[in-house]
């Protein structure tokens, strides 16, 4: 019985990352996937794995980044908030976006989960809000202003 265990929870994936549903029930979906994904997208802002020791118990990253509702600012990793950069309050307004949209990835029930062609357009236009108010220059070097926009020293 113990092997069987070993192959059911390598089968479900990894503890922090797989959705409610895909633990509690062993439910395989696209729907997972997304919800899978909003952790990863939330990783990236937050500079915090889903396994970090600060969350145990009643806290997960998931709940942490949504009791920052009003101040997106108080979770995100510091070394993105740098507030020389010119257009900060867009800056902010980027990662608001992309805290709602990560919000829409982890939705209950899983059917009220957005689809990833949808996270696609979204994370387009979030992306196309911030070359928009850079210059003609920058617009075309797309990559190169979406680093510049969090890392302005990488250009």
């Known amino acids: 019985m113990g092997n069987e265990f070993m192959k059911r929870t390598k089968t479900l994936g990894t503890i922090g990352y797989m959705a409610p549903e895909y633990g509690s029930e062993g439910i395989v979906s696209t729907k997972g996937d997304i919800y899978?994904?909003?952790?990863?997208?939330?990783?990236?802002?937050?500079?915090?794995?889903?396994?970090?020791?600060?969350?145990?118990?009643?806290?997960?990253?998931?709940?942490?980044?949504?009791?920052?509702?009003?101040?997106?600012?108080?979770?995100?990793?510091?070394?993105?908030?740098?507030?020389?950069?010119?257009?900060?309050?867009?800056?902010?307004?980027?990662?608001?976006?992309?805290?709602?949209?990560?919000?829409?990835?982890?939705?209950?029930?899983?059917?009220?989960?957005?689809?990833?062609?949808d996270v696609v357009?979204?994370?387009?236009?979030i992306l196309n809000q911030i070359t928009d108010v850079r210059t003609p220059q920058l617009r075309e070097r797309r990559h190169e202003d979406q680093v510049s926009f969090f890392h302005p020293e990488l250009v």
């Open 36 to 117: 899978s994904y909003r952790i990863m997208l939330m990783e990236t802002f937050v500079r915090k794995k889903p396994t970090d020791e600060m969350f145990m118990e009643e806290l997960t990253l998931k709940s942490w980044v949504e009791s920052s509702t009003n101040n997106i600012m108080e979770v995100i990793d510091v070394n993105l908030l740098i507030e020389e950069y010119e257009n900060f309050a867009l800056k902010q307004a980027c990662f608001s976006s992309i805290r709602t949209l990560a919000s829409d990835c982890t939705a209950e029930p899983p059917q009220k989960r957005i689809n990833m062609k």
């Open 121 to 125: 357009v979204r994370l387009k236009k």
